[in-house]
């Protein structure tokens, strides 16, 4: 699929400049320009406060610059948002998810008349995970490289505990090769064939990694390649987690 990434590529950071190209200011602790931070997740969990991977509650962050490009610190900067489904501490910038939407919140850092948005979702508590596409083959190519980069192998991340429930969208999920242990052998690639451990599940809930074989490190010894997908929540990894992901690999 082609959502991954890593949590940073689907919340863009904004910089502003100042418009004025008359009136740049000169001062060293004059404001020209606002650089709002890449958030720590791209959702926020309803009910809770805004977390990074390792399950650490973290306030939104703005970095403030001069006309040098130097940041200049202590600088206060106001959060906001103007949509509904979030709730933010302008003093202290934490953000609560209060309400479900189907899109992205923006959240609005301010420091005089400049402004930064950045988007976030409110997601429902992940609960469960499970294998949505658990096990696939590939047949690999010594001669086409084309064919050495496997289907999606994928989890779904649900809010409760059975596949009925509702599917948690914009949540991180992490992946690891477990089997082989040479990392020249397999590689875990997103869609544009790059390189990847993380990826964000979808409105589906659903989120996963492609895997890239490399058939001149391939040994007779070697017919299959596993992963583990983990997701976690505050720190400690939900129901069902890790996931164990087999791609079967054979001549083509």
């Known amino acids: 699929m082609n959502r991954g990434i890593t949590i ?10 100042a418009s004025s190209c008359t009136d740049v200011p000169t001062e060293p602790d004059a404001v020209l320009s606002l650089s709002f931070d890449s958030l720590p997740s791209p959702s926020v969990v309803l009910g809770d406060t805004l977390r990074d991977s390792t399950g650490t509650a973290r306030r939104l962050f703005a970095t403030v610059f001069n006309f040098q490009g130097e940041v200049i610190p202590n600088v206060p900067v106001v959060f906001s948002s103007p949509d509904r489904g979030v709730r933010l501490d302008a003093a202290t910038g934490f953000v609560i998810g209060d309400s479900l939407r189907s899109t992205p919140a923006r959240i609005v850092a301010t420091v005089g008349n400049l402004q930064a948005s950045l988007l976030l979702d409110v997601a429902l508590r992940p609960d469960t995970v499970a294998a949505s596409n658990g096990r696939d083959s590939l047949s690999y190519s010594l001669t086409d490289t084309t064919r050495n980069v496997s289907p999606t192998l994928s989890v779904r991340v649900l809010h409760g505990l059975a596949t009925t429930d509702s599917a948690v969208k914009s949540y991180v999920v992490s992946f690891a090769l477990a089997n082989p242990s040479n990392t020249g052998l397999a590689t875990l690639v997103n869609d544009a064939n790059r390189p990847s451990l ?54 083509g």
């Open 8 to 17: 940073f590529a689907l919340i863009a950071a904004g910089i502003v400049a």
């Open 198 to 251: 993380v990826d964000t599940t979808d409105a589906t809930g659903v989120a996963g990694r492609k895997i890239r074989i490399d058939p001149a490190r391939l040994t007779a010894l070697v017919d299959s390649v596993i992963v583990q997908a983990t997701v976690k929540y505050r720190g400690t990894a939900v129901r069902g987690s890790p996931v164990r992901l087999v791609l079967r690999v054979k001549p």
